[in-house]
């Protein structure tokens, strides 16, 4: 071969090896490319990070996401760089991007982890909720890693005590909202904030609750005054229910009195609005839903507290006078538990 000729073919192969590309892969050429870094971990605000390049050969770069971007398409042999932009996590949990760099037959994955702010999602966040008059509580399922806050300008709005525990992952919890009677005798409306405990105003989250208005209270209903013995029968074996065993009393002007198993008496008042029935105690209340049937009256007992969930709930069956009802609590194949209702004249 003349020298002429072979100039030009190592020329050639010189120019062929400098400008390899993904798709050209030089089937006698070994492929030499590393990175500063094959492992990012992140901050939940975002960042810029530099990566270093070192190749024989031209690259590419590309990402799996599109909160995780590098910043160019690729370089060329020798030492380059490029940059991988970060947007800020605006879920609540961790996540994780993948930045491929490809030079000929050489493939590096640099795995990028970026951590999860303190937050909160509000899973079924309503813009507006309407109420009666009446009590109520609205059940929110929210997920969090942190402890969250409940307020309103309005302290007919409260939140019940739940058990958000603060830390990683974050979880899917239930928050709970109540919103007292409305005895004020107009509609009224209120904005609920849910904001994650220490976060700034910017978090939280809000909606707009409109109340009815509570019925008129009725503090000598005839069909609730007398004595209501409360008791259960198992096969031997002891249930803790609450109210079991207690004997209420209902006098006229919504005097109430109540002497628990013990031989403790409890004093307080009680009355009926609409179909419920309030019986109130210097710490707290509890409730039982009246409805009307042939033979007198029945009703759902739920036993509730400010700051508890719903210990238990049954159907009362029908009873009037001084007949009584049985209503079963409790049932499986070894076990029957059931309250009945002694209802009598309370001037006996």
Known sequence: MRKHQLFWFVFYCLFAVCSCKEDELLPDFIYEMTLSTEALNVVPEGTNETIEVTSNCEWTVKSNVDWCKPTQDGGNAGKSSFQITVDRNEEIEERVAEVTVTAGSVVRTIQVVQLNPDGFEVIDLPSEVSVDGLENVLKLQVKTNMQLEVSSSDEWVMQLDDEVVSGNPPRAVPVRVLFLDNT????????????????????????EVVQGVAPEADNNDKRIKGTWLITKAMNGTVNDLSLLGITMTFEEDGV?????????????????????????????????????????????????????????????????????????????????????????????
């Open 184 to 207: 004020t005798g107009v509609p009224r409306s209120t904005v609920v904030k849910i904001n994650g405990k220490g976060l700034p105003d910017s978090y939280a989250k809000t909606f």
């Open 256 to 348: 109430y009195s109540e002497i628990l198993p013990s031989g403790e008496e409890n004093m307080g008042t009680w009355n009926v609005r609409g179909e419920r029935l309030s019986i109130y105690y210097e710490d707290g209340r509890r409730y039982i839903y009246l409805e009307n049937t042939s033979d007198g009256i029945s009703g759902r007992m739920t036993p509730t507290d400010i700051h508890s969930d719903v210990l238990y709930q049954t159907q009362l069956s029908a009873y009037s006078g001084d007949d009584f009802g049985l209503s079963i609590v409790e049932q499986t194949n070894t076990k029957l538990v059931y309250m009945m209702i002694i209802k009598g004249d309370v001037d006996k």
